[in-house]
């Protein structure tokens, strides 16, 4: 979620608010220019972060352009002042933002890892102990690939029927949806996995979508409200 409003402890000149805002998709001003975002960024940051602990959280940085690379790495060179931490997860994949700094590698789950995170998911349904084998092992311990398992098990997919990786799978529930919550649906895959009903409504609209009820009964596990 993105918020930038002017406060007493937390201020941005307004061209550089107004840079940010329309970044964001909250303003129809022209597109700024990019030092300007970058320069708004960080002089956001730095204010914040004196008057409270911030941790600036990086998802899938081996995606990131090369200008957004560029201005996080500015970020980390700023973050060993005191009450400042980026948090930077990647893919060991070339491209995007690798920084310097401590590295934990996370080696997949354990079978019994596995087992125990299937078996709390499917509480409420509980699987025969033949069908927990068969997705401890066809996850290869990939906690992502778990939660889609148990999702179309969910949706009555038999476990032999299952694809192989977690983008096949997740391609074959796309495929499985009507043409319009699809269609939405890949719009917002820009969002993340989950995303505000609200925010939801307003890009779809820009792209002259209506989200009504019917797709957002169908979208409902993708929507937060």
Do not use: K
Request: with cysteine; hydrophobic share 45%; glycine share 6%.
């Amino acid at each position: 979620n993105v918020s930038i409003r002017t406060t007493p402890s937390c201020s941005l000149p307004a061209p550089q608010r107004n840079a940010l805002a329309t970044v964001f998709g909250l303003s129809d001003l022209p597109p700024p220019d990019r030092f300007l975002v970058g320069l708004a960024t960080l002089t956001l940051f730095a204010e914040v972060a004196e008057h409270q602990p911030l941790v600036c959280i990086v998802d899938d940085a081996q995606w990131l352009d090369d200008a957004s690379a560029h201005l996080l790495e500015r970020l980390v060179a700023g973050a060993g002042a005191r009450g400042r931490a980026v948090l930077v997860l990647r893919r060991p994949e070339r491209g995007g933002l690798s920084p310097d700094g401590e590295t934990i590698e996370l080696a997949p789950l354990s079978a019994a890892e596995t087992e125990a995170l299937v078996v709390e998911a499917t509480a409420a349904a509980p699987l025969r102990p033949h069908d927990v084998d068969a997705m401890v092992l066809r996850s290869g311990g990939h906690p992502l690939y778990v939660h889609e398992i148990v999702q179309a098990a969910r949706e009555r997919v038999g476990i032999g029927e299952l694809p192989d990786s977690v983008h096949s799978l997740i391609s074959t529930r796309l495929d499985r949806l009507e043409h319009l919550p699809a269609r939405v649906l890949r719009h917002l895959a820009v969002l993340g996995r989950r995303f505000p009903r609200a925010v939801a409504e307003d890009l779809v609209a820009s792209e002259g979508i209506d989200l009504d009820l019917a797709t957002r009964g169908r979208l409902r596990e993708f929507l937060v409200p």
